[in-house]
């Protein structure tokens, strides 16, 4: 599986930014599409995800409210729409492909089956 990812940038805080990501290769509808993020100086974060086959979601607690991530299963395209941010959401974004268990499990990222080559999010106060 191959993800390429576009989108993120430069937002100030409260602002909008979104994010895509376009699975190739062998995706199992199974499997889950979702993102990681890695703050300067923090460890990696499982941010949110989405089942291909069902569109069953994860989203980590601190951007409840503020993020949605939704699919298109038939192009594996999924995307993520960032509201409400904040200076704490700046990080670089990473597409990931993989169970769904390991986007909410701790080191789930160790299992990821295949990474997007990371955007970056800056969020200015």
């Known amino acids: 599986v191959q993800l390429v990812e576009s989108g993120g940038g430069l937002a100030q805080a409260g602002g909008s930014l979104s994010l895509s990501c376009v699975a190739s290769?062998?995706?199992?509808?199974?499997?889950?599409i979702g993102w990681f993020r890695q703050a300067p100086g923090k460890a990696l974060e499982s941010v949110a995800g989405?089942?291909?086959?069902?569109?069953?979601?994860y989203i980590t607690d601190s951007v409840k409210g503020r993020f949605t991530i939704s699919i298109d299963a038939a192009r594996d395209t999924a995307y993520m729409q960032m509201n409400s941010l904040l200076p704490e959401d700046t990080a670089v974004y990473y597409c990931?492909?993989?169970?769904?268990?390991?986007?909410?499990?701790?080191?789930?990222?160790?299992?990821?089956?295949?990474w997007g080559q990371g955007t970056q999010v800056t969020v200015s106060s």
């Open positions: 990931a492909f993989g169970d769904m268990a390991h986007f909410h499990l701790p080191d789930g990222d160790r299992h990821i089956k295949a």
């Open positions: 290769g062998r995706t199992y509808d199974d499997y889950t």
């Open positions: 989405i089942r291909i086959d069902d569109g069953d979601t």
